[in-house]
Antibody, heavy 120, light 106 residues
Framework: QITLKESGPTLVKPTETLTLTCNFS??????????VGWIRQPPGKALEWLAL???????RFSPSLETRLAITKDTSRNQVVLTMTDMDPVDTGTYFC????????????WGQGALVAVSS | DIQMTQSPSSLSLSVGDSLTITCRAS??????LNWYQQKPGKAPKLLIS???NVHSGAPSRFSGSGSGTDYTLTIRSLQPEDFATYYC?????????FGGGTRVEI
């Protein structure tokens, strides 16, 4: 059974850097084709894809946020970490991590989400 | 970037009704189209992958079709638990993109 769970701060100040960790189980991120992605959702709004890291350390980012994002994996600890710099109130929302079994495949399992508020 | 246009944005229906949601991509996505269901305060759940493959655990009243740029999600005989928001998403290429969502209300 695949599970994922996001963790990180619930409140960050404007201009600060957000660091979110996705702890997962039930799969290995060094298996061929497997990826873990991050998706966010502002309150009452649609889903927005942020980043994706694959088994071979191939990293993909949303072009509109690429300069602010970094994604890393720690296969031994079953973790994926997303950092987003220069946080702004418009970045407030729920941040999800999710599993993708292969290139071109959907996100078939999602974490419960982590609500992040950006406010001074 | 591939833009995903979903319609309608919302609709009100009754238990037992059927509905069709459409999703149009700004260019061909060759069937790499996925549908998710999201309930308030919860993570999205995968319903359909590859345009028409019903994900394990999704009820058989959900079906998907389409090709090229145009795709549909159909729900036959709405059940109370189907009232939710539905999103399409293309996985043909990065950046991955989602539609704006369709809110299905009673």
């Amino acid at each position: 059974q695949i599970t994922l769970k996001e963790s990180g701060p619930t409140l960050v100040k404007p201009t600060e850097t957000l660091t979110l960790t996705c702890n997962f189980s039930g799969f290995s991120l060094d298996s061929l084709g497997v990826g873990v992605g991050w998706i966010r959702q502002p309150p009452g709004k649609a889903l927005e894809w942020l980043a994706l890291i694959y088994w071979d350390d191939d990293k993909r980012f949303s072009p509109s946020l690429e300069t602010r994002l970094a994604i890393t994996k720690d296969t031994s600890r079953n973790q994926v970490v997303l950092t987003m710099t220069d946080m702004d109130p418009v970045d407030t929302g729920t941040y999800f991590c999710a599993h993708s079994p292969d290139y071109g495949e959907p996100f078939d399992t999602w974490g419960q989400g982590a609500l992040v508020a950006v406010s001074s | 970037d591939i833009q995903m246009t979903q319609s309608p944005s919302s609709l009100s229906l009754s238990v037992g009704d059927s509905l069709t949601i459409t999703c149009r991509a700004s260019q061909s996505i060759s069937g790499y189209l996925n549908w998710y269901q999201q309930k308030p305060g919860k993570a999205p759940k995968l319903l359909i992958s590859g345009a028409s493959n019903v994900h394990s655990g999704a009820p058989s009243r959900f079906s998907g079709s389409g090709s090229g740029t145009d795709y549909t999600l159909t729900i036959r005989s709405l059940q109370p638990e189907d009232f939710a928001t539905y999103y399409c998403q293309q996985s043909h290429d990065t950046p991955l993109t989602f539609g704006g969502g369709t809110r299905v209300e009673i």
